[in-house]
Nanobody, 115 residues
Framework: QVRLVESGGGLVQAGGSRRLSCVPS????????MAWYRQAPGKQRESVAG???????YYADSVKGRFTISRDNARTMVFLQMNNLKPEDTAVYYC?????????WGQGTQVTVSS
């Protein structure tokens, strides 16, 4: 059973930085596509950034130039470096891992940006 555990959330002032981590465990034998999503109160979950098996990355327009997704291929860990954070970045951030047969989500980590 695949599990994803996110960490790194917390309270940060506007303009500050935060680094999120996502560690998968259980039955991962390749380098799968992974992504970060977020969900703010009263809003739908949205894609923030993703990284393909080949290492290509993509970002939501709202975070381009401020967020960077990367991975540690040795462990398939995924990171989200968030710089110049804004109050509108406040949300629960979720890690997603996709295989050919399943879709897995972590439990989420709260990021709160104060103005």
């Amino acid at each position: 059973q695949v599990r994803l555990v996110e960490s790194g959330g917390g309270l940060v002032q506007a303009g500050g930085s935060r680094r999120l981590s996502c560690v998968p465990s259980g039955g991962i034998f390749s380098i799968p596509p992974m992504a970060w999503y977020r969900q703010a109160p009263g809003k739908q979950r949205e894609s923030v950034a993703g990284i393909t098996s080949g290492g290509s990355t993509y970002y939501a327009d709202s975070v381009k130039g401020r967020f960077t997704i990367s991975r540690d291929n040795a462990r398939t860990m995924v990171f989200l470096q968030m710089n110049n954070l804004k109050p509108e970045d406040t949300a629960v951030y979720y890690c997603r891992l996709t295989t050919t047969s399943n879709d897995y989500w972590g439990q989420g980590t709260q990021v709160t940006v104060s103005s």
